[in-house]
Structure formats: C-alpha cells, structure tokens
C-alpha cells in the first residue's frame, strides 16, 4: 500500500503495523480516505504541505528507536506537522501525562489512549478527520500550563545534575544501576572514603538526603 498522502484525509504514523493497518481498512469502511506511512518516510513527509482541507495525522507517541538506542516521540513531529497544514492526533500506549502535554503545547488538536476500545477509538478519529475540535480552549490552556510546568522543573532538574563533576555523574549513574559504593570504590581504584565524600556531594548538589532521592533525580521520577 502506498504511503504517500495524495487527497487522502488521514495517515496513519505508527510503528505496530497490525494497529495501523486495522484503523487504516476501519476508517475506509467509514468513508473516510485513509493510509498508513512508514515511521522510516516520516522526515519527508513532514516536509510536504498538506493537500486537503482536513488532512489529519493519526500519529503515535512512541514510534520505536533511533539507531542511538533513544526513543522516537511523536511529540517531536508535530511542530513540523502543524506549520505544513496538518492536524495531529495523539495515539498513545501509555499514560504519559508530560508527552501528551508536550504534544498538546505543540499544536496536536488532542490525544486518545491505545487502551480506549477500537470503537472508542473511531469515535474520537472519524469527527477529528472532518475537522471537528477535540479541545475546548479551556482544555488546551490547561495542558499547556502543565507542559510549561514539567518543561520548568526539567530544565531546574537538569541544572542540578549539571553541576555535578563528571566522576560524579558516573558514581550517581553506578548507584542507580544498584552497585554499592564498595564496588564503586573498586571500579575506580579509590579508597571507600572517596567514594563516600563524593556520595555526600552528589547529595548536597542535588538537595536530597538519600540514595533514593538521588537516583530519583537522575530518572526524572521525583514527586
């Protein structure tokens, strides 16, 4: 199946090609023109302009790795999607909340979980393909707030990793895999006072008073 987007009103940018192709054939049922894309021809894609009144991009949060080992985001693309005439809808698998924010802050029009049942997931897809909106300004203002909360508290979480040294940021990361400050002690050739004064940096630089805490902050995962 071709995945150029023509006068279709719908793509579909998802890396399970067993969903994708499932909501491509029910959306046809419906009358409504739609296509899957490779996640591969996603970059070209998004270069295009949109050649339809209420083209509308079904794109999934996750869409797989990069060589690098990180994660492609859907979020990523949306900018690029919205400048070139496109509506975008979230599908996620997850309940990320700082994603959908974030996808929300960019322009996405809404978002709906993969977990919603397939009818459910029609219901939301087939009026946003004909242009209808999803948000309330109400709504969308509240998700945008929240995006520029957690992009606040990311930015301060990354300043305090930041003034780690980087034998620092290496004992941090060694803690988190679970490694005793002992074993840490070994690995570096140091004495296990050391590795102790630079335990107790890490804690100062950061503001935390454990372990626990610590390795929260590396993960993103504090409360």
Not at 108 to 116: M, Q, R, W, Y
Not at 117 to 122: A, D, H, V
Not at 159 to 166: E, I, K, Q, Y
Not at 181 to 210: C, E, H, P, Y
């Amino acid at each position: 199946m071709s995945a150029h987007a023509g006068d279709c009103s719908v793509v579909i940018v998802d890396d399970h090609d067993l969903f994708s192709t499932t909501l491509m054939i029910s959306l046809r049922e419906r009358g409504i023109d739609a296509r899957k894309l490779p996640v591969a021809r996603l970059t070209e894609f998004a270069a295009q302009r949109c050649p339809v009144e209420h083209g509308l991009v079904v794109l999934d949060q996750y869409l797989g790795k990069k060589a690098s080992g990180e994660r492609t985001l859907g979020s990523d693309w949306v900018r690029r999607l919205r400048d070139n005439g496109w509506n975008v809808l979230m599908v996620s698998g997850s309940d990320n909340v700082a994603g959908i924010a974030a996808s929300i802050a960019e322009g996405a029009i809404g978002t709906v979980p993969k977990s919603s049942s397939f009818e459910e997931l029609l219901r939301t897809i087939v009026p946003a393909a004909h242009g209808q909106p999803m948000l309330t300004e109400a709504e969308r203002r509240q998700w945008v707030a929240l995006h520029n909360d957690h992009e606040k508290r990311r930015r301060a979480r990354e300043d305090r990793l930041g003034s780690l040294t980087p034998r620092e940021r290496e004992v941090l990361e060694l803690l988190a895999d679970g490694h005793r400050a002992d074993v840490i002690a070994k690995k570096f050739v140091v004495s296990l006072a050391t590795v102790r004064t630079q335990i107790r940096s890490i804690f100062t630089k950061l503001g935390v008073n454990s372990q626990l805490q610590a390795v929260a902050v590396l993960r993103g995962e504090e409360e």
